[in-house]
């Protein structure tokens, strides 16, 4: 299973349909920039979940797209990625990639970020390490 699969398993299309309206995207677009940052983040994440110390999801009720998600998705991706350069060049991959602007990229990449903790957060917590690791670990 791949990290957008769980993201939509645990919180939907929904939660890409929040964002795309807040950052006044087509949810298409949206969908593919996800397919490009998404798989990206999924290594930094299993990573941290095997150490024990998988970054926390959300504070519950945190919607999607917004600013409390976005200063979230930030801290994931210190913690996932490791500084700003390396978050920036993920969004200058993926623009390559998709066509999709650099600048929309970096704004959408803590929004994911964040999806993505509290995804893997919840798998985490419905199936273990074991769990997780199963679920992701066709990306590593």
Request: no cysteine; hydrophobic share 50%.
């Given at each position: 299973m791949s990290l957008i699969d769980l993201?939509?398993?645990?919180?939907?299309?929904?939660?890409?349909?929040?964002?795309a309206a807040?950052?006044?995207?087509?949810?298409?677009?949206?969908?593919?920039?996800?397919?490009?940052l998404l798989p990206a983040l999924a290594g930094g994440l299993m990573k941290h979940a095997q150490a024990g110390s998988l970054p926390?999801?959300?504070?519950?009720?945190?919607?999607?797209g917004s600013d409390e998600a976005q200063a979230h998705g930030n801290d994931v991706?210190?913690?996932?990625?490791?500084?700003?350069?390396?978050?920036?060049?993920?969004?200058?991959?993926a623009s390559t990639q998709t066509g999709i602007n650099v600048d929309t990229l970096k704004k959408l990449l803590p929004q994911f970020a964040s999806?993505?903790?509290k995804a893997t957060s919840n798998a985490h917590a419905q199936g273990g390490i074991g769990g997780?690791?199963?679920?992701?670990?066709?990306?590593?």
């Open positions: 993201v939509m398993q645990h919180v939907g299309t929904p939660a890409l349909e929040k964002i807040r950052l006044d995207l087509s949810p298409a677009m949206v969908e593919r920039a996800a397919q490009a926390a999801a959300p504070p519950a009720g945190t919607p999607p991706l210190g913690a996932v990625l490791g500084s700003r350069e390396a978050s920036r060049s993920l969004a200058q991959e999806l993505a903790a997780l690791a199963s679920r992701l670990g066709g990306l590593l």
